[in-house]
């Protein structure tokens, strides 16, 4: 095993010159412009007075959920959610899952097999490529939000067709075009699919929902650990593709259900979203009062999530290390999680003009 553990050293090694090695660091205490807490839910006290006093008036609700669904894991609470969650979004039928990660590795698994093509936007999550690699099915890529690549690319397709996209990019901060898209799905008999976990709360329930194309989406996928500031996710689909995937999603069959504990949370989260429409307000406001700064952003002028480029590493890492000098928290990300060194920046309902001021002033200082 020696030469194994060599090997293992020797990459991190490599990473580590490169100055992209990856390392665990708890939250910091300083001003957050890193965090996909979109609206504040993750701290709002008077959403959390909400769900412990659910827990008060049902204390069943904090038993652990006994096993996978399949066998001692569902509960009426579950199901009901899950219909509840359906109607809100104005669709058949809703599935639950964890994360959004095994929500796509569930989706894109179950649903493709080697005999059909997806084609994905080169910009998609990992983990929806990590389910089209379990499904075996061939895999394709179009030009980031390019609609004349992709439409080469489906003129080619002769088999069964899959079209993945984001509604909102996380490393872009741009939107894709979700109306020319279902065009296009509709022209080539293809099944559009929308992963909507950065949408989802900042554009009421996501743009799939805003847009009203829920019935000309094949699939939408919604998560919850971004805009609501807790975790888990849905898919969202017609009764069918659901019983489907309750039968053949490995990371729905052999998993432990999620608990009611879990579930209560996202019951009152939706809840609070609907009643809280100030909070997507105060968002776009500051969203508007960054923009107004006339630094290069490449994002949607209405994305919570601006992006700065940089033209190196060394430019990058060192302004991101003199926004933590003055406790001023955002997240560089490297190659090769992304093609072109940038700052991703994550702006907030509760951010406050003073810190975004301070924000903007620290990054004209070092550009």
Known sequence: MSKFFNLLRLSLFEREQKGIKRTLKVRSSGIDFYSNDYLGLAKNEILHQQILNEFIAQPTLLYGSTGARLISGNSDYLSETEELIAKEHKVEAAILFSSGYNANLALFSALLTRHDTVIVDENIHRSVHDGIKLSNAKKLKFKHNDLDHLEKLLQRVKERCFIAVESLYSMDGDCAPLIELVELAHKYN??????????????????????????????????????????????????????????????????????????????????????????????????????????????????????????????????????????????????????????????????????????????????
Do not use: W
């Open 190 to 367: 293809a099944a559009l699919v929308v992963d909507e976990a950065h949408a989802f709360g900042v554009f009421d329930y996501g743009l799939v929902h805003q847009l009203g194309l829920q019935h000309k989406v094949f699939v939408t996928v919604v998560t919850y650990g971004k805009a609501m500031g807790m975790s888990g996710a849905s898919i969202l689909a017609n009764q069918l593709v659901i019983d489907y995937l309750i039968n053949y999603a490995s990371p729905f069959i052999y998993t432990t259900a999620i608990t009611d504990f879990h579930v209560t949370g996202l019951r009152k989260g939706y809840q609070f979203i609907k009643e809280n429409k100030s909070l997507q307000e105060s968002l776009q406001h500051n969203i508007s009062h960054f923009r107004n700064s006339n630094l290069t952003s490449s994002s949607n002028k209405n994305s919570p999530i601006q992006i700065l480029k940089f033209e190196s590493t060394n430019q990058l890492t060192k302004i991101k290390n003199q926004l933590e000098e003055v406790e001023i928290n955002t997240f560089a990300v490297f190659p090769p999680t992304v093609a072109e060194e940038r700052l991703r920046i994550c702006l907030h309902a509760f951010n406050t003009q003073e810190e975004i001021n301070q924000l903007i002033e620290k990054i004209k200082e070092n550009v």
